[in-house]
Structures are given as structure tokens and as C-alpha cells.
């Protein structure tokens, strides 16, 4: 019956929701999960052979005006100590960048209102002036449709917002009042009318979750038709509301992988780092669960440990190119390679 609902997500690219929650509940099954994964392999595979894209992720700053209660970023967290890096800086880490292959730069930081739209738009078009050659995606959380078009304008091709969970309910249990399920949402409409190649996703295992849950982020995903999904599992951080909750399973986190891959066939789907933060062979894992993407860190090393969103994050002490090259000898050690491309979605 379950390897049924697996075979009609293959063919069909959706279920129902009541499926997806009984498929949903069969993660924790070796036998299921294979008989997934095999499948999800595959349809990579015809879409990208055994070639994984790499992005080079500069945290550009670790301000934020939010308060999420998962984050350790959060504006409330008067422990961490504060950086955001200049436009000289950020180009220095795109120039190490691009000299170790990395054909996407992904901005990503806090909500931080020290980067004007004037501040962003020049340091997006020096960017875009100076690597013609390269995708820019951003990943700097809800803005106004203006900023978002401003940026577009200035040479930006994606953005990443994860819409997190796509229940209104269970978003106002991991987020204050000021901050909307609906507002992200729109958020996403808003980029994806402007242009941007969009991404989304969520955490797997955050408090309260549910199956049903869950359902309805595969069911939102469906519906938006994004080029990307992030997704990673939940790791608490000590100084914020969630410090002793129960971090999210990497089983289950491989297994949505492998659903999401059957939905969108030819999507943009990373191995993320919080994977690799819960496993040793974390991103390996998420690469035969049926990702094809993974993003190592370009910021410099004096400021990885300060970008701290969860406990225990890897790769805080190793420069661009130990991670850069460690990730290729992952990759190879499955059969796969990284390589220089700027990686558009097939789709
Ligand atoms: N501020 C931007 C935003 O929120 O979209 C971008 C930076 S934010 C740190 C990037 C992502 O980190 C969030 O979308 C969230 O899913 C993830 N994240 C935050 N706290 C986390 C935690 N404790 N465990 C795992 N992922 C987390
Ligand atoms: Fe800020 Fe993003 Fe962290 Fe929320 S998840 S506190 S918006 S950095
Ligand atoms: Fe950073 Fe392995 S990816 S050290």
C-alpha cells in the first residue's frame, strides 16, 4: 500500500493530503525509505546526471530586527556578538569564490535594516558588473515588493525564503505576533511575479509539527512551483524560547527530500548544513535521499562562529577552500561531482 502511494507520487507528482500524512508516517521503515530513495536517485539522475551544483554562501550579516523563536539570531539574543560585513568584504569573498569554481553567490543574513535598498542595489551591481558569468541569490528574509524589485533590477536572479510551515497556526507558534504566515507567503508571490527563480522550504521537526502539518507544506510547495527547496531539520540554539526542545530527525528530513524530488522532478533541492550538523554524513545522506545541491561557506573565517542560527553548526573553523574541496571528496566518495556551473533549475 505505502510502496503504492510511493509509485502514484512518481507518476503523478502529488497526493492527496491524507496520502502524504500515511506516507509521512512510514519514514522511520528502512525497507520504505529504500525503496524511496531508489526511486529518487533515479529521477535526479535523468534530470542531472550524477553532477551536483555547488553555491558559495557569504552570511553577510548576523543582525536581525525578528525575533523567531527558533533562531539564534533573533533580535532578543543580547549574548551573541554582533558583525556585518562591508562591500569590500563581500567582494573579497566572491573573488575567493569564484577562483575556487563557484558560479552562484548566495547573500544571505539577518533582517538588518543598516543595508539600505541604496547600500543593497550597489553592492548587487558591483557584484553583477564584476561576474557577469554568476547567479546572485539573496536570502535577506520580507521586504517590500519595491525592495525586492529594486534588487532585481540591480542584477539579483533568485531568492531564498523558506515559508517555514505553511499553517497559520503552527506559524504563530514559532513566530511573535509582528511576523505573518500570510505576509511570507506573499512575500513569495511578490518575487515570483518580479522574475527571481524562487526558493522555499522549511524545518523538519520543529516544536509542535505534525504530519498534518507537514502535508500542507508539501501541498503549499506543490501548488507555488518553486525552482528550490531548502529544507533541514530543526536543531535547538541555547539561547533562545526553543533552547530545550527536541531537535528534528534526520530520518525524516532524508525522506521529505525524497518526496520532494518525486513532486518536482527537475527542482533545485540542497543537502544542507544542518544536515551535516546532525550527522557526520549528513549532506552525503541527502544526496542518495535525492538532493543535488550543496552550499559551502564563503564567509570569512573571523566571523563563522558569530553566524550561530543553531548550536553546534559545522564548518565555523575552516576556510573557503578546506570546505570547497572536502564537499568534492564527499560528493566523489558517492559517486557524484561538483562542478563549475552556475546551475539553473532544468525546469
Ligand atoms: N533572515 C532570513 C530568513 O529568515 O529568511 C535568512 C536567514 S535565516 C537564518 C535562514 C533559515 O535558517 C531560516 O529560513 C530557517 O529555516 C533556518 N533556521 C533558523 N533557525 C534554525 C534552527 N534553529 N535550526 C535549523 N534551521 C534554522
Ligand atoms: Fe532573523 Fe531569519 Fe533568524 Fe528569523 S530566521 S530571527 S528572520 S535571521
Ligand atoms: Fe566544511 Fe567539510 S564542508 S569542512
Known sequence: MVKFLIDTLEQKHILSKSEFVSLIKHF???????????????????????????????????????????CGLRASNKEIERYRLDKETILACCKIGYELGFRTFVLQGGEDPYYTEKKMTDIISTIRKTYPDCAITLSLGEMSYETYLAFYQAGANRYLLRHETANADHYALLHPKELSEKNRKQCLENLKKIGYQIGTGFMVGTPFQTPEFLADDLLYIAQLQPQMIGIGPFIPHHQTPFANQKQGSVQLTLFLLGILRLMLPAVLLPSTTALGTLDPRGREKGILAGANVVMPNLSPIAVRKKYQIYDNKICTGDEAAECRFCLQRRMESIGCQLVVDRGDAKM
Open 28 to 70: 522511520d521503515s528502512q525497507e520504505i525509505s529504500n525503496y524511496l530513495f531508489e526511486k529518487a536517485v533515479a529521477v535526479r539522475q535523468k534530470h542531472y546526471g550524477t553532477t551536483i551544483y555547488t553555491r558559495g554562501l557569504i552570511e553577510m550579516s548576523n543582525y536581525c530586527r525578528n525575533n523567531c523563536y527558533y
